[in-house]
């Protein structure tokens, strides 16, 4: 990935432009964008800890997570169920539900909006399997939005279909023609786009060189206007690495750039003492002075380190010890004795 040209024209704190470059090296150096297999058999499951399931139809109903813009101008991934009709495509079907003042635009949750413009349509949209590619045709209309809005518009088609089965990469077209970069502000988009665009982006405190930088994906948590907690992802640029998990670990220890917005998931007294991939589980080796044994670990905190995890090394599973153990349990009373894998879906809201 030439993150160079990915990022070139990203919008941090105004038209800064970021040019940045990863580590190839050591475990953790792999593009976020690497899809999570779903969970094994007999491994636990963190989806029964953040109220979602596994994508199923119940019914004609289907659940798909889409990722929509808060009342914090930040984008979130949000868990809806979604009728899905005879030949009609799962992927499609979700970016037809982010078409501001689209359709479905009552069925999506107070306190968050679609980020596509008004009128766009899907005029086209299909999968090339053997590349795990998925190829959106749009309309017109979708070209017709404010520079300001760029960057999400990208994020959020790209993190909604990588989020999918099958997919990993994603090209865009308007009216039957490719894109080699956005209409508007020009951001380049004539490589697939994954995962590794990142989303919600910032750079770490202290990082003054964005062409020594690795992206690192975080969660943090916020509340809607019900009052209910759900994750946001974080994209944080951070002093070059070689152990990208463990970065991203301490950078959510650190907490959020703007605790106005969001909440830290993890209390700065914690201490990562190692992060190790083995075949296709992640371990992580926490050290918490304050912990009792027996006593029940935050979920939020739990949950977050899953997600982000799994995210930013492609593993199916995470192992968590606390001051060496793991006979761990959270306040949903769940065990994290045995590792747990990664939802499909999160951010799904009780009506």
Not at 30 to 41: G, H, L, V
Not at 248 to 275: F, K
Request: overall charge negative; aromatic content about 6%.
């Amino acid at each position: 990935m030439n993150y160079y040209r990915l990022f070139r024209r990203a919008a941090l704190a105004g038209a800064l432009a970021l040019p940045i470059l990863t580590t190839g090296c050591g475990l953790f150096s792999q593009e976020a964008s690497k899809s999570i297999d779903p969970p094994q058999t007999g491994a636990q499951n963190v989806d029964s800890m953040i109220n979602t399931a596994q994508t199923a139809a119940q019914g004609d109903q289907t659940q798909m997570t889409v990722y929509l813009k808060d009342d914090n101008g930040m984008l979130a991934p949000v868990t809806v169920q979604a009728a899905l009709g005879a030949g009609e495509k799962a992927g499609q079907k979700a970016l037809e539900m982010m078409v501001d003042g689209g359709p479905y635009a009552n069925e999506l949750p107070e306190g968050f909006q679609a980020v596509l413009p008004k009128g766009t349509q899907v005029k086209g949209f299909n999968i090339v399997a053997d590349q795990k590619l998925a190829i959106v045709d749009f309309s017109k209309a979708f070209e017709d939005y404010n520079a300001a809005d760029e960057r999400h518009m990208v994020e959020a088609v790209t993190w909604t279909l990588t989020g999918m089965e099958g997919i990993q990469k994603v090209q865009i077209w308007l009216e039957g023609q490719k894109l080699n970069e956005m209409p508007v502000d020009g951001m380049p988009i004539d490589q697939p786009l994954t995962r590794a665009v990142g989303i919600n982006l910032e750079a770490a405190d202290g990082v003054n060189n964005y062409s020594q930088t690795t992206p690192v994906t975080l969660y943090f948590s916020a509340v809607t206007p019900n009052d209910q907690m759900y994750f946001v992802p974080v994209t944080r640029l951070v002093n070059r690495s070689d152990n990208r998990a463990k970065a991203a670990i301490q950078q959510m220890i650190s907490g959020p750039a703007d605790s106005r917005q969001l909440t830290a998931v993890m209390t700065p007294d914690v201490v990562v003492n190692s992060v190790t991939k083995k075949n296709d589980v992640v371990t992580i080796d926490l050290q918490d002075n304050s912990y009792q044994e027996g006593q029940q670990e935050p979920a939020e905190m739990l949950q977050a380190i899953v997600l982000a995890l799994t995210e930013n090394t492609g593993a199916a599973k995470v192992q968590i010890k606390l001051n060496g153990k793991t006979d761990i349990k959270d306040t949903n009373n769940q065990s994290y004795s045995q590792p747990v894998s990664a939802p499909q879906h999160v951010n799904a809201f009780k009506s």
